[in-house]
């Protein structure tokens, strides 16, 4: 199994990035999937879930309205646009399998997000 997150960058509040996740070892299209980000000195925090077939989202209160999880399945791709950026949307932000992930072992490497002014 291997996921690879890119995308991510500094930016100014206000500001739209969009991060994608290659996935590929598994079967990408049979599984849910998820977005997890971790800011400096906090917790992990699940951000957005998908089911396999893009059917179901979910995104958090923090992030309605802002944030939009996609995924391609003939590409084995998970996106997450992000809209409006905040400074406390900083984070690595990670994708992992299923429609939820506590398990930083299984996460990819993550990519960088950072937004301030």
């Known amino acids: 199994v291997q996921l690879v997150e890119s995308g991510g960058g500094s930016v100014q509040p206000g500001s739209s990035l969009r991060l994608s996740c290659a996935a590929s070892?598994?079967?990408?299209?049979?599984?849910?999937m998820t977005w997890v980000r971790q800011a400096p000195g906090k917790r992990p925090e699940r951000v957005a879930s998908?089911?396999?077939?893009?059917?179901?989202?979910y995104v958090i209160d923090a992030v309605k309205g802002r944030f939009t999880i996609s995924r391609d399945n003939a590409k084995n791709i998970l996106y997450l646009q992000m809209n409006n950026l905040k400074p406390e949307d900083t984070a690595i932000y990670h994708c992992?399998?299923?429609?939820?992930?506590?398990?930083?072992?299984?996460w990819g490497p993550g990519t960088q997000v950072t937004v301030s002014s």
């Open positions: 070892g598994f079967v990408f299209e049979y599984n849910d």
């Open positions: 998908i089911s396999n077939g893009g059917e179901n989202t």
């Open positions: 992992g399998r299923g429609w939820t992930n506590s398990n930083s072992a299984s």
